[in-house]
């Protein structure tokens, strides 16, 4: 594939008090051109629409901390309030029956099936664990209306085009949205390493260079 020049974009922590367009032209104005694609983490957009919840605000019932025990320790929807998130957003019923099917077809040999049928937000919620601080002590959603974001991100930036992503250091990189123009599976691709840095690095947004030559 060809190799394309990544420019992580350094911020502040952003939270639900700052917009998202506003944000990357703040620190990274200067570092846009017509030709890049603007890149943003999923979890700062969905921070800074307001979908982080403390665990305080869930009130996990008997089906959550039943249904967070299947699964592991390390996962996303393994602590009674993430999964009570999963069951608020995408409906108790739903969530069971993904769980069922996920376990015949895991005796079967199919793995993802819980991930297919249980609804966007079992790939998408990020637990207590698995967030930057003030965050840590957060769950939060996926960010909502992904493509129409990065539409706003590209008409307020100048540039070609942009996308929102979701990424982590386990070789998992998958675009949830992207603006006219842009190849969601290509950015994924280019994203693959994870440029970005949502901890101490402060560096959620990046720039691919030169995306499409003139």
């Not at 200067?30 to 403390?54: F, H, L, W, Y």
């Not at 706003?152 to 929102?164: H, L, R």
Request: hydrophobic fraction near 40%.
């Amino acid at each position: 594939m060809e190799k394309y020049e990544i420019v992580p974009v350094p911020t502040r922590i952003l939270t639900h008090h700052d917009d998202i367009c506003d944000a990357i032209l703040e620190f990274g104005k200067d570092k846009i051109g017509p030709n890049d694609v603007v890149c943003a983490a999923e979890s700062v957009v969905a921070i800074t629409q307001g979908r982080a919840m403390r665990c305080e605000e869930f009130h996990p019932g008997f089906l959550a901390k039943t249904l967070s025990h299947l699964f592991p320790s390390k996962g996303s929807i393994s602590s009674w309030y993430s999964m009570q998130a999963l069951i608020d957003a995408e409906g108790g019923l739903r969530v069971l029956y993904a769980v069922i099917c996920g376990f015949a077809a895991k005796c079967v040999g199919i793995s993802g099936t819980f991930y297919r049928l249980a609804g966007e937000q079992a790939r998408l919620i990020d637990d207590i664990t698995g967030t930057m601080p003030p965050y840590d002590k957060h769950v939060v959603y996926g960010p909502a209306n992904p493509t129409k974001v990065a539409e706003e991100i590209t008409k307020a930036c100048g540039c070609y085009g942009a996308a929102i992503a979701d990424v982590n250091d386990l070789k998992r990189s998958a675009v949830l949205g992207v603006s006219k123009g842009v190849d969601a599976d290509k950015v994924a691709e280019i994203l693959i390493d994870n440029p970005f840095g949502n901890g101490s690095e402060k560096t959620p947004i990046c720039i691919i260079k030169n995306y499409h030559r003139a």
